[in-house]
């Protein structure tokens, strides 16, 4: 049984912890709302480079001449894997729901006797990787000197996949991150971006395909141009998507914490009372039975 | 009097400008072209230049904009530019420092190929900072 000393002091740390908690929900959240319009404003941009690139996608099918990017280099041995993560942690179950899934379909690669290489974005990404995929991390870059992730950050990594895939060290590159739906809710996805995917979402402008378009200076080298730069505005939307849902995640994660806090208190005070009044009836029966002795 | 038609300048972090213009003129990888009412459908990647807008309220923007590409279709006129400012918030720094590194690049290339595409760019950038210095 702790003396009512130690409860005391149990509820004033706890009471420093609930008050922690308190301000980072509060700070996550003035973060979301920023992460969120930063992810809205790049929406406009992203969804018109998927139009536009799945028109002249189409065009392109089938043909022999289409570009590798969009086309693949027709082989599916070696998969790279970005894992694009947050660079702290505290924010539930954000960081290792990416790995998860990251780490299931690498084991269902590696089942299938498959190739894999892992790159990572971010830090806890690889710190929860590098234990069972440790010698399979090609590559790994982390944004913690960076405070807004601006389009710059994502053309580095856009460029090096590309630099990489150009060497040949990969086939198929899929890109992990989570996909910003609530506050509450983040899903974890998986997106192929080598070869060039695009939703299926697209069965309404048929209309506008009809249109014969004038290219300048040609559709492949428009198509050449467009693919590299998609897959960085592909890796961007991701990284801002990821912001988003961290800030989200860690938002409610630590107002989870702070209830909790506040139910221990309760529970705390609670017996700290109890054990409080004990020792004055205690106290009580002591003078009491040590006057009638008299 | 032209007819309006809807324009758009977007780039990855945020739409800059969205409404109706009456005329565009656009740095086409291939020369300039102005874009009015019913062009015809033309897309065309962009080099790095200058984009003049005049919207419908007879206001004249122009945007610095660093490659990307432009979609004319007949529901209007979209811009995705890689990276776009208004020419009066122009950091000029930041202007040197894209020449810096086109030099750079230049002396990095490893084939003829890659050397003339940087040597283009530069060639851009250098053309644009010469259009606009004296604004």
New interface residues.
Partial sequence: MPSLKDLKNRIASVKATQKITKAMKMVAAAKLRRAQSAAEAARPYSAKMADVLSGLAKSMEGREDAPVLLAGNGKDQVHLLIVATAERGLCGGFNSSIARLAREHARKLLNQGKEVKIYTVGKKGYDALKNEFGSKIVERIDFRSVRNIGYGEADVVGKRIIEMFHEGSFDVATLFYSEFKSVISQIPTAMQLIPASFPASDAGNDGSDAVAYEYEPSEEAILGDLLPRNISVQVFRALLENAASEQGARMSAMDNATRNAGEMIDKLTLSYNRQRQAQITKELIEIISGAEAL | MATPFSF?L??????LVTGEALDVTVP???GYFQVLANH??????IKPGVVEVTMSDNSSHKYVVFGG?A?V???GC?I?A??ATHVDDLNRAELERRIQEAREDINDAKDEHAKMRAEDYLHQLTTLQGAILPA
Avoid: N
Wanted: charged share 25%; hydrophobic share 30%.
């Fill in positions: 758009e977007v780039s990855p972090e945020k739409q086409g990888t291939e015809a459908p033309l897309m065309s990647t590409f979609d279709s007949p529901a979209t995705l890689e990276s």
